[in-house]
């Protein structure tokens, strides 16, 4: 269940989360940050980062040796930062996005992001970046918050939003009929249309 993840990995009553490879363009420093700048003010919040480190050479430290090095070690914050930083098996994603109250995706840039359509499919929000790929599949206030990209405070303050003005998971099982195959099916035949709010 929910709740037994929840106290198997030490986690709090929110939770967010980081999944998948850590990569520089990832932009997980940025949410290390606002999480920083949030943790005094939501002492139950956690931040769980699902993801190996990858693409880095032997002598660069990773982003959770980074963090750690630069937390002291009585720093309240550093206990509420749980890092499963080794490869996750299929059957076991389905843990961490359960646990979740939102995915995090802080990216600096990208295409497209896997991720964001597991959250939907397991009916979880997204906050993410305002690039123009997560503009596309992000709708403010109905499937989860835009940040304005590479600003941790923006992050900071569209998390906060988030806690303050949730959104639900109906709404966003609603908002992902729009990438299901049937919609799909219906715009290559011409019989149906793609509206994304903005």
């Known amino acids: 269940s929910r709740e037994s993840i929840r106290q198997r990995l030490g986690l709090g009553k929110k939770v967010l989360l980081f999944f998948g490879f850590i990569r ?44 750690l090095k630069g937390c002291p070690s009585n720093d309240p914050v550093r206990g509420r930062v749980v890092w ?3 490869y996750v098996a299929n059957e076991e994603v389905g843990h961490y996005f359960t646990v979740a109250d939102a995915l995090v995706a802080p990216y600096l840039s990208v295409t497209q992001s896997g991720p964001i359509q597991i959250a939907y499919a397991f009916d979880k929000p997204v906050i993410a970046s305002d690039l123009p790929a997560f503009r596309e599949c992000v709708s403010e206030g109905e499937s989860g918050y835009l940040f304005e990209t590479g600003n941790a405070s ?18 966003v099982k609603r908002f992902r009929k729009k990438f299901d195959w049937d919609t799909y099916a219906d715009l290559i035949l011409g019989t149906g249309t793609l509206t994304i709010k903005q």
């Open 84 to 86: 499963i930083d080794h």
């Open 154 to 171: 923006d992050l900071a303050k569209k998390i906060k939003l988030f806690f303050s003005k949730p959104v639900s998971s109906e709404n």
């Open 24 to 67: 520089p363009y990832k932009g997980l420093d940025l949410l290390l940050k606002a999480f920083c700048e949030l943790s005094p003010k939501y002492k139950d919040l956690s931040l769980l980062i699902v993801g190996e480190q990858f693409g880095s050479s032997v002598d660069q430290l990773s982003e959770k040796e980074k963090f």
